[in-house]
Every structure is written in structure tokens, then in C-alpha cells.
């Protein structure tokens, strides 16, 4: 009898049609009744989920009896309950470094955008208003030579790092847990503490992991340290920003200009933040290219089969 594989999210079609003809697959719909109740039902007799963007935890795990592997096809995992998934001996697996350098792609995109006001200004050209030279109501920010405050020097603040230094001749400043000198030396990246770095940067892009220190991390205290041209970028998690703090930041002038990607809610169906001609709000797409999400699916595969298969993933979250 084949193992039974839950997919909890839409994932790349070709790795979809590889899991149907190695197991039982069960595909779940939103469109036919409550996710939650699906997955209750679905998990009793599953030996692996995967998948992306759903809460898992006691709730709706409770029913199962014979779950190896959750296989997330992200690189962040606090939708899940770890720790309840270590007590039921249940492996969670994730993704990390294939998405590396297009999430970094992105952190440059919303901190151009965002710093040369590209969405205010192709709307204001599409709406007729381009009738005259442009005037310092449409005047950006330069990014050439200035300095980058990393908030988070992982794989990918170390990416967004580089791209910094070599594509615009940038300083880097650099706040994290410890030091990390194999990733700074080359870039001449200086550690510094976090109000420095605030007070310090033209541009601050937030690439640290969601937990317990790093929750709201950003709020009113840290935005009145940024200078007023600064530009703040988060692609980390949206819970590591106040978006209150945030929304009155922009609205008060204390900073130029934010470029988002993840927000405290998602999706984000309205916010203050929409009203704000100062900001670039994107629907949570660091990954989101068809390349990088393929590799993602590869890997959260390889990860699920390895399991079931009785070896270790390479890329195990709570072995």
C-alpha cells in the first residue's frame, strides 16, 4: 500500500505529479470547507504533509496517528508548533538557501522602489499629471554611496549585503545576535548595536528570523532613531515591526520612505498602510519567482521522501 501524502498548499505542478506517483496524494481545497476540518480529517491516516502558509499545530494535528515529516516548502517555519511537533515525534523540514538570492533580489527592488518613489510616480505618469519638469515633489533618494544598516546578517542579510557593496558602492553597517566576521570581513561590513545602526543608516533592511527577541523589534522607540531621508525595508516577518509605530513614522516624516513584503496579518486586506503614498507594499513574494519556487518544491521532496524513505533530511528544523 502507498504512504499517504497530504498537500496542504498549491506547490509546483511537476513535483505535484512526481508525489502521485510515488504515494496516495490527497490534495486539500479551501474551496471545499474549512481548511482546519480538511486537515483533521486528512491527517488521521497520513504519513507526511506538504506544503506552505497554514497554521499548523494541536488543533489540527491532534487526529493524527502515524505522521512522520511536514515537509514546508518556505524557509521560515513559525506557522508551525515545533514543539509540539518534537513531542509527537513529528519531523518538520524546511527550505533554506535556494531562495537566498531572489529574496535578496527583492529587498533591492522595494528599497529602490521605494527610495526613487517608483509606484507614487508610474501612477501620477499613468494619471496624466507628467505636464510639466519634474519638481522636488517628486525627488527620490540617492542610493549610491550611502549607507545600509543590516538588521540580521544571515544568508540572506549577507546577500542583500552584498549587493549593497559591490552594486552600489554602499557602507554597510550590520546589527545581529554576534558578530560574524566571515560574512563582514569582505565587505568591509561593520557590527554595531541596533541604535547606531538606526541612527547611522540612510537605508535599513530587517532580514532576521521571527522569534521571541526579534517580536517587534521595530516600534516608535527605534523609528524616531532613523534619520528623516532613511528608508526601511522589511522582508523578514511582519511581526517584527509595530505597524502602528510604522504607520506614524510615514505619516510624521520620521523616515522617507518603507518598502514591505510581510506584514503582521496576511494576507493584508486593509491597512493604514494603503493610504500612504510613502510606502511599497507587496503581497509576501521574496520567493515568489518561477525558478526559485521550483527548487523550493525539489527540496521540500527530497526532504519528504528522505523521511519516508527512513533517512534524516538534510534540512531538518527539529531533529
Not at 16 to 35: C, M, R, S, T
Not at 129 to 150: C, H, N, S, Y
Not at 173 to 193: M, S, V
Not at 270 to 294: K, W
Request: glycine share 6%; aromatic share 8%; proline share 3%.
Amino acid at each position: 500500500m502507498k504512504k499517504k501524502v497530504v498537500v496542504f498548499s498549491q506547490i509546483d505542478s511537476t513535483v505535484l505529479a512526481q508525489l502521485e506517483q510515488d504515494y496516495q496524494v490527497v490534495v486539500l481545497n479551501p474551496k471545499q470547507g474549512d481548511i482546519n476540518e480538511q486537515i483533521r480529517t486528512e491527517v488521521v491516516d497520513a504519513d507526511a504533509m506538504i506544503g506552505a502558509g497554514r497554521l499548523l499545530n494541536e488543533s489540527n494535528l491532534a487526529p493524527a496517528q502515524k505522521l512522520k515529516i511536514i515537509s514546508t516548502v518556505s524557509v521560515g517555519y513559525d506557522n508551525y508548533d515545533v514543539d509540539y511537533l518534537t513531542k509527537n515525534n513529528i519531523w518538520l523540514a524546511n527550505t533554506p538557501h535556494v531562495l537566498t538570492e531572489t529574496t535578496a533580489d527583492l529587498a533591492f527592488t522595494l528599497l529602490v522602489s521605494a527610495a526613487r518613489k517608483v509606484p507614487e510616480l508610474d501612477q501620477w505618469t499613468k494619471q496624466g499629471e507628467w505636464k510639466r519638469t519634474v519638481g522636488p515633489a517628486q525627488f527620490g533618494q540617492d542610493i549610491f554611496g550611502k549607507t545600509l544598516g543590516i538588521i540580521g546578517l544571515g544568508n540572506i542579510g549577507a546577500a542583500v549585503a552584498r549587493r549593497g557593496f559591490y552594486g552600489f558602492n554602499m557602507n554597510i553597517l550590520y546589527h545581529n545576535r554576534r558578530e560574524k566576521l566571515e560574512l563582514a570581513q569582505p565587505l568591509n561590513a561593520r557590527y554595531c548595536g541596533l541604535d547606531e545602526l538606526l541612527s547611522q543608516s540612510d537605508f535599513v533592511v530587517v532580514a532576521v528570523d521571527l522569534n521571541p527577541e526579534s517580536k517587534a523589534l521595530m516600534g516608535q522607540a527605534q523609528f524616531e532613531k532613523m534619520q528623516s531621508h532613511a528608508v526601511f525595508v522589511n522582508i523578514a516577518r511582519g511581526s517584527v515591526v509595530d505597524e502602528e509605530a510604522l504607520v506614524n513614522a510615514l505619516q510624521q516624516k520620521q523616515i522617507f520612505a518603507a518598502g514591505l513584503d510581510v506584514y503582521q496579518k496576511e494576507p493584508l486586506q486593509s491597512s493604514e498602510l494603503f493610504n500612504l503614498p510613502n510606502v511599497v507594499t507587496l503581497p509576501h513574494i521574496g520567493s515568489a519567482t518561477a525558478e526559485t519556487r521550483l527548487k523550493m518544491a525539489k527540496l521540500a521532496y527530497k526532504n519528504l521522501v528522505d523521511a519516508l524513505e527512513g533517512k534524516t533530511p538534510q534540512y531538518l528544523v527539529n531533529g
